[in-house]
T-cell receptor, first 112, second 115 residues
Framework: GDSVTQMEGPVTLSEEAFLTINCTYT??????LFWYVQYPGEGLQLLLK?????DKGSNKGFEATYRKETTSFHLEKGSVQVSDSAVYFC???????????FGTGTRLLVSP | DAGVIQSPRHEVTEMGQEVTLRCKPI?????LFWYRQTMMRGLELLIY????????DSGMPEDRFSAKMPNASFSTLKIQPSEPRDSAVYFC?????????????FGPGTRLTVT
């Protein structure tokens, strides 16, 4: 079945450091891929998405490129801020399905 | 434009009591999802509806859990009787059909504590 694998956390960075959170997936069809962010005490918010191979999703300085050849959708940001501290979830939705398949989440901690 | 609305935001109840969680999806969305999040099990899909009809309830943990969607703008998740292991954050999400391209939008969640 479909699955999403994320790197284990927590990821601990200093402010202005470069961020990469790895995400790889397994799917039978041609999935859409998503990154969600969850701030403490809040629900999940859509951060960015990509619907087909080579698409790049971007939002708030975060980027992720849909790489079909490596089945990956890594999240990157050039310079993180303390306010980026949160849990990040990678997810996919396979063609013809409405269910999202989530990774386990990666906690990011950014210190001043 | 209002997002997904959930109530209550926090619920504390005693074991054995009935608990009802409520959700109002985004207007125009035709899919509604109920999730549960715990430290141990992460984010779990419990059930989802399409046009008010339950499509997949395979994630509902047991018969104590039930969900309804009487109309397009309202859904409930009921636990009867509640147990301490039901303590979790319950999220509702909604989306619009578009061959899988559309994202799900989550509500703020209901934090349930069963003592």
């Amino acid at each position: 079945g479909d699955s999403v694998t994320q790197m284990e956390g927590p990821v601990t960075l200093s402010e202005e450091a470069f961020l990469t959170i790895n995400c790889t997936y397994t799917a039978t069809g041609y999935p859409s891929l998503f990154w969600y962010v969850q701030y403490p005490g809040e629900g999940l918010q859509l951060l960015l998405k990509a619907t087909k191979a080579d698409d790049k999703g971007s939002n708030k300085g975060f980027e992720a490129t849909y790489r079909k050849e490596t089945t990956s959708f890594h999240l990157e940001k050039g310079s993180v801020q303390v306010s980026d501290s949160a849990v990040y979830f990678c997810a996919l939705r396979d063609t013809g399905f409405q269910k999202l398949v989530f990774g386990t989440g990666t906690r990011l901690l950014v210190s001043p | 434009d209002a997002g997904v609305i959930q109530s209550p935001r926090h619920e504390v109840t005693e074991m054995g009591q009935e608990v009802t969680l409520r959700c109002k999806p985004i207007s125009g969305h035709d899919y509604l999802f109920w999730y549960r999040q715990t430290m141990m099990r992460g984010l779990e899909l419990l059930i989802y509806f399409n046009n008010n009809v339950p499509i997949d309830d395979s994630g509902m943990p047991e018969d104590r859990f039930s969900a309804k969607m009487p109309n397009a703008s309202f859904s409930t998740l009921k636990i009867q009787p509640s147990e301490p292991r039901d303590s979790a954050v319950y999220f509702c999400a909604s989306s619009f059909t578009d061959r899988g391209r559309k994202a799900q939008y989550f509500g703020p969640g209901t934090r349930l504590t069963v003592t």
